[in-house]
């Protein structure tokens, strides 16, 4: 297929933003294609935009994180909890046993 775009990057980086979120139609998606294959400089900017489409999904991807993040602490809170637990139940036991063995020494 001819590069239909040969010597008019400014056409295809006009395009490339749609063409990066496949919103291009069938026949100038082909076209960006061929063009792209012989053409470092397009490739390159079509990179740009991917990189700067991933950083702006990874933003919006912290506010669907913080859910894990809240279930993390919960985590954290509850192993708190049982840890807590534990060491009251083995202070308790520990008491019983002095209170026992004070009680029965004579
Ligand atoms: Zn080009």
Redesign the pocket.
Known sequence: MKDI?KDK?EI?RDLLPLFADNSCSRSASDCIEV?LIT?K??RDYLNSIKNSRKAENTQQDIPDSSPDFAGLLAKIRRHKIVTRSVFAAVTVGLAALNISFWLTKD
């Open positions: 775009f990057c295809v063009h053409c400089a397009c």
